[in-house]
Each structure stands twice: as C-alpha cells, then as structure tokens.
C-alpha cells in the first residue's frame, strides 16, 4: 500500500507547528502535523508544573498574523501563568480550525529522504502501538527549543520508593504535596517557578542546588483594562517597535554605553528597573553582555537584592551567583529569594559534593542520606537540538543528522542544513530563537518558509537546501557575533553543558534586527547562499 503523500509534514502541535499549518492552508498545499501529546500548546503542554509561566509580558506573547486574533483575546495578568497560555493555544486551534488536521498521541520515529522520489517519508507511531507512513515534499521540525526534558541518570534512581517529578513532563492532574517531604534538584528556571508554590504546600522542602542562577522580580499583577485597550489600539506600531529591540520585545534597551553616567546614576538606574521588574533590568546600558566592568556592577547589584531578602547570611550567600548576569537566560521571579526565609524550607549546596545516588527514602549526597517522600528534577532541557537527535532523521544518502552534528549544530540561518533537501528547522541553532520573544521569532521563521515554498512552487523547483560555503560562513559568523559578548562565558544550556556528552557550542544568534536583515538580504539576491534544484 502506497503512502500517504502530503506537501508538508509538520513535527509539533506549539505554536510554531499551528502556525506553519494555517500558513500551509493558506498556500493551498495540504499538511498535516504529528504531536505526540494528546493537546495543541508544545511547551506550554508539557511544562505543567507548579507557578509555571512565561517571562514576556502577556500582551507581546502572542501572535500577530491576525489582527481580529490580537483585539479577540484578552490576559488577565501582566505575566500569563501556564494554564492561561494553553488555554490561548487552544483558542487559536479551535478559531482556525486547526485540529482536523492535527495527529495527537503520534510520535514521529524516524523522517528519511529519498533521493530517487525526492521525498521525506516519515515514519510514526501512533495510538495503541499503530505505525504509519506518510511521504511529503517538505518536512518541517517544529519541535520547540525546550521541549526535550533533561532526566538525569542518577544512580539508585529505581529503587526511591516516593514520587518523582520533571517539570517538564508534569501530570496533567497536578500534584498534592500537602504533608509531604519533598526535594527539588535545580534552581533554573523551572525550580525558581516552582519552589515558592511547592513550599506552600510541602511540609518541608529541600533544595539541592550545585549553580546559583540571577532572578530579577516580576511585580506581577493584573492586566491593567485601560492599558490592554491603548495597547490593543496601537498593536501595530508597537509589534513594529518591538522588532527592532535586540530581544524582539518592547522593553527599552538606553542607547547609552557603560561608563557614560557616574557610578551613582548607574545605580539609580539598576534600582529604577529593578523596580519595573522583568528583563528590562539589562536594558539600563546597552552593552552590559559585552562590557564586563559594567556587567560586574549589575551582578552586584542583584546580589545585594538577595542578601537584602533572605535574612540568613549563609543562605543568602550560597544563592548568590558569582558568573555574568545574563550568559544564561535571566529568570523572572515571585517571591523565590523570600522563600527561603520558611522554617520549612533548606538549602544543600551540592556544588562541591554532588548527589551520590537515590535511596529507597531518599538521597545520598556529602556522605549523608536524606529523606524524601517526593523528588523534583528541575533539571531543565536537551535544549534547542534534544527533540531533533531524538528522532532519526536522515538526508542524502542515508546521512543521519546525527552525525552531522557530532561536533555540534550545523546550519544556514538556523534554518536549514546542508544534505537534507526541504528539512526546515522553525528556530533551530544559529537562529535568535531562545534569546528573544520566541512567538515574533516564529512568526518570522514560518513567514520566511512559507515565502521559500511559494518560491520553489513559482520557478517550478522542487528543492532547496544551502550551499556547504554558505553553511560554513554562517556557523563561523554565529560563532563570532557569540565570542564578541559575554555569554559564552558560563556554561549553560545555550551552550549544552547542562547535557553531559553534549558538544559545547553556542546555539543561539545574539541579536533579532540584524538576523531578520539578513534574512531579508538572502531573499532579495534569489536566496543566495541555497542552492535550488
């Protein structure tokens, strides 16, 4: 029995597979998106777990393609709590239309080309253990950049008779820590999320932490309604604004170099955005990820706020990060740093003697053994290329993708990669992606393939990837623009080195104006750099 055969096979019901869809339909060309949950939301789908919610302000995170979808919808709170983001995913789905052709519960295996067809077949599994094949034209990864949940391999782990908990893959029932002991080992984004809520319930909470992480407040609070309708009738003019911040959002970023003010006025300013709250904290010079006095004083700064709120000096120095504010993504936080003033909450340092193993009651960690009825892996991601190396995809010639990238991500514009014909990458490595406000960053990869498809299909061609210079110029430009700032210099998951084994490299592209220029450039010359076929 022959395949099915579809124009575009997406991997990925978040926002970026909804997207490439109803852009599909849009081109006439039928499609068809494979999700191995059994709902739209991708990341907001998984991530479930206690205080989840996202660091860009609600009103800027979300789509912009459609203004009636932009006046429609309304947040209730400055920044949007899980629940409220899948409940918007799932009102663009069902406003488009966009489920019916949605497979859930479908895991896609393995996606091969064919050199002799010129087709991806893509093999999947899907409910009760149903495996099927479809062939398409082009096959689109909408995968997310943390979607794939980093479980670490802890020794003993079989053996804890308790519960335990990813916070990426949180049950969608919730859990009920009320009475229990419990442990969180992390304190990334997630944890610093979580652990304020969990403390709530638990009757002790334990946090084992091995890196401290800078978190800057929220002042979260409700969408104020005279400021949802200003912003709503000036929607236009502000996504615009917001395209040209480094970020793709609207926080403002002085154009104004560190030194240029007495030390005094920095502070002013520092304490003034600190005030504001959120990532407009790194915006009071515009090169504090390069100038490393500068960032110095704003590191400080933070630390200061923290020895200010947690009332135990010990404590208070143990969560005081020492690296560059910002080499890793700056959390945005509710009450982290003041809950550890609980009688019910600890603090283990596990820099210098890591966890040993899990036990039947808990873990074993500087040779002493504690125990738990709950444990929390806060533990993060197989960021940007975990989901990808998770499925066996294979271009010209039976190359797997793999092994391409042994030595780390290889692309063109984070997009594409050379010997996997019409293989696009929504977001991928060497794309701002992670750096930015990721909706405005999808919108524009799936514009950006949509207007390639529209190309091919216009000059009667049927593939395109890039040329092996222009990958090669692409990957030693990301890398450059990367080595001219701050943010190689501590390791976090832009770089891999929460993965053990994972090569480290630098994945994201600092800055969201530029990349979209040059995109744009690429386009204008015929899509120099690809090589059309």
């Not at 209730?76 to 663009?92: D, F, G, M, T, W």
């Not at 802890?154 to 990813?166: A, L």
């Not at 009667?460 to 990957?475: F, H, M, S």
């Amino acid at each position: 029995m022959a395949a099915e055969q579809v124009d575009i096979a997406i991997v990925g019901a978040g926002f970026a597979g909804m997207y490439m869809l109803h852009r599909a339909r849009g081109m006439g060309l039928r499609a068809v998106v494979f999700e191995t949950g059994d709902g739209v939301g991708g990341t907001w789908y998984w991530n479930r777990y206690p205080g989840a919610r996202c660091d860009v302000e609600s009103m800027e995170y979300s789509y912009q393609f459609d203004d009636d979808l932009q006046q429609e919808w309304s947040w209730s709170e400055r920044y949007a709590a899980q629940p409220e983001i899948l409940r918007y995913a799932n009102h663009v789905a069902d406003r488009f239309d966009l489920k019916r052709d949605i497979r859930f519960e479908t895991k896609v295996t393995s996606a091969h080309f064919d050199d002799a067809d010129g087709l991806w077949h893509v093999a999947t599994e899907g409910r009760n253990g149903a495996v099927d094949t479809v062939a398409a034209t082009h096959l689109v990864m909408a995968t997310g950049c943390l979607s794939s949940a980093n479980v670490p391999h802890f020794e003993g782990i079989e053996d804890f008779e308790g519960d335990w908990y990813h916070t990426g893959r949180w049950p969608k029932e919730g859990v009920d820590f009320t009475g229990k002991r419990v442990a969180v080992i992390g304190t990334g984004s997630s944890a610093i999320q979580s652990i304020p809520v969990i403390a709530r319930q638990a009757e002790h909470l334990t946090v084992f932490q091995r890196t401290p992480n800078y978190a800057v407040p929220a002042h979260n609070h409700p969408v104020d309604p005279e400021r949802e309708t200003w912003f709503k009738a000036n929607y236009k003019e502000l996504r615009e604004k917001a395209k040209q911040g480094r970020s793709g959002q609207l926080y403002s970023v002085r154009d104004l170099k560190w030194g240029s003010e007495p030390l005094e006025t920095a502070k002013a300013e520092f304490a003034r955005r600190w005030d504001l709250g959120g990532f407009s904290y790194l915006g009071a010079y515009v090169d504090l990820l390069v100038n490393k006095e500068g960032n110095d004083v704003a590191a400080e700064f933070v630390r200061e706020k923290i020895r200010e709120t947690v009332k135990d000096p010990e404590t208070a120095e143990l969560l005081c990060p020492t690296s560059v504010i910002g080499c890793k993504r700056l959390c945005v936080d509710i009450g982290y740093f003041e809950t550890y003033n609980r009688d019910n909450v600890s603090l283990v340092d596990i820099s210098k003697a890591p966890i040993e193993r899990l036990t039947k009651k808990g873990l074993i960690t500087g040779g002493k053994e504690y125990t738990f009825d709950a444990i929390v892996f806060a533990t993060g991601f197989d960021a940007m290329t975990g989901s990808l190396n998770r499925i066996d995809i294979r271009g010209r010639n039976g190359l797997p993708l793999v092994e391409k990238w042994e030595a780390g991500p290889r692309t063109y514009l984070g997009l594409t990669t050379v010997g996997f014909p019409n293989l696009f990458l929504i977001t991928g490595p060497g794309s701002p992606s992670v750096l930015t406000n990721m909706l405005p960053t999808i919108e524009q990869h799936v514009d950006y393939v949509s207007d390639i498809i529209e190309h091919l299909r216009a000059h009667g061609q049927k593939t395109i990837e890039p040329e092996q210079e222009a990958e090669d110029a692409w990957v030693d430009h990301v890398n450059a623009i990367a080595g001219g700032t701050l943010y190689p210099s501590c390791n976090s998951w832009y770089l891999g080195a929460n993965v053990p084994g994972k090569p480290r490299v630098f994945m994201p592209y600092p800055g969201f104006p530029a990349y979209v220029k040059k995109c744009q450039e690429i386009a204008a010359n015929g899509y120099e750099g690809f090589r059309l076929g």
